[in-house]
């Protein structure tokens, strides 16, 4: 099972839609949560942190489930300028970050 | 958030020969990394690299294959050794200011191996 599973994607949406993107993760002593865009050919950035309380950031809305070990990222009111994929990012124990293996949306016109 | 200068950001390189990957950071931080990115892949962690010691490698990684240095707390390199196409990928230097903070990447630098 990998440390961190995303959905397959690739989400294709209308502008304006709402998208929910879905994560996973298998080590119980996480500590921390982060989900992060990556623009093609481009470094990945950081787009927001996740706590445990969920966190809302604009559009953007980031929630952590602990007992199920799942967090999620919901996007309203989608943009063309949100296509991009989409990656969940959980820090373990010695501070390693690992990576899902990203969640493409394509947001068309 | 730091500023990140990694060069070079693309190269093509001959299979056996070795390139050096340099990162800048416009500021002292404490954890520094190297990430391997291949096509259509996410991100994979290939070290820790460590201020004034050896490296931390990952399971897959030997320092044989990815020499790393880091002097100081501002500068890192990563060697790429004896390179074959399967090298080929996306190398990402990375940086985090706390263990439990976000990291910030470099641009990248493209490798590509003929």
């Known amino acids: 099972r990998k440390e961190v599973e995303q959905d397959p994607g690739p989400f294709n949406v209308p502008e304006g839609a709402t998208v929910a993107f879905n994560c996973t993760y298998s080590n119980s002593a996480s500590q921390s949560f982060f989900w992060y865009r990556q623009d093609c050919r481009k470094e990945p950035k950081l787009l927001m942190s996740v706590y445990s309380s969920g966190n809302e950031d604009g559009r953007f809305t980031a929630q952590l489930n602990r007992a199920s070990q799942y967090i999620s990222l919901l996007i309203r009111d989608s943009k063309l300028s949100d296509s991009a994929t989409y990656l969940c990012v959980v820090n373990n124990q010695g501070g390693k970050l690992i990576f899902g293996q990203g969640t493409e949306l394509s947001v068309k016109p | 958030s730091a500023v990140i200068s990694q060069k070079p950001s693309r190269d093509i390189c001959q299979r056996g020969t070795s390139l050096t990957i340099q990162c800048q950071v416009d500021?002292?931080?404490?954890?520094m990394f190297w990430y391997r990115q291949q096509p259509g892949q996410s991100l994979t962690l290939i070290a820790t690299?460590?201020?004034?010691?050896?490296?931390?490698?990952e399971s897959g990684f030997v320092i044989d294959k990815f020499p790393i240095s880091r002097p100081n707390l501002t500068f890192s390199t990563l060697t790429v050794s004896n390179m074959s196409p399967e090298d080929s990928s996306i190398y990402l230097c990375?940086?985090?200011?706390?263990?439990?903070?976000?990291?910030?990447f470099g641009q990248g630098t493209r490798l590509t191996v003929v």
């Open positions: 500021s002292q931080v404490t954890m």
């Open positions: 690299a460590n201020q004034g010691s050896e490296a931390t490698y």
């Open positions: 990375s940086v985090r200011q706390g263990a439990d903070g976000g990291a910030f």
